[in-house]
């Protein structure tokens, strides 16, 4: 069983920055396409980023294009999400998520494995 966990959330002020990690055990997890995605209260869950199992491919949200980076190392099976320029509309829970194909994908049902989730509140 594959499990997910994730960890950098947090209070920061607009315009700052945040870095979550995901940390994956358990299965093959290096060769998984891993996505991120959000949750704000009341709102249905969102895709933010994925990155292909190699880190050759990657997609992003329109909404954090130019400001969230997706990135991984297979040797640690961690996953990043580099936040900059963060807005109060940010604020959510950061899911992790795990794919078990090569491909990346941008809807939720896409994947098989989730994290715990990981608050990010932007004050502004």
């Known amino acids: 069983q594959v499990q997910l966990v994730e960890s950098g959330g947090g209070l920061v002020q607009a315009g700052g920055s945040l870095r979550l990690s995901c940390t994956t055990s358990?299965?093959?997890?290096?060769?998984?396409?891993m996505g991120w995605f959000r949750q704000a209260p009341g709102k249905e869950r969102e895709f933010v980023a994925a990155?292909?199992?190699?880190?050759?491919?990657?997609e992003y949200a329109d909404s954090v294009k130019g400001r969230f980076t997706i990135s991984r190392d297979n040797a640690k099976n961690t996953v990043y999400l580099q936040m900059n320029s963060l807005k109060p509309e940010d604020t959510a829970v950061y899911y992790c998520?795990?794919?078990?194909?090569?491909?990346?994908?941008?809807?939720?049902?896409?994947?098989?494995?989730w994290g715990q989730g990981t608050q990010v509140t932007v004050s502004s």
């Open positions: 998520a795990a794919d078990r194909t090569y491909t990346v994908h941008k809807t939720s049902y896409d994947y098989d494995y």
């Open positions: 358990g299965g093959a997890s290096w060769s998984y396409a």
């Open positions: 990155i292909s199992w190699s880190g050759g491919s990657t």
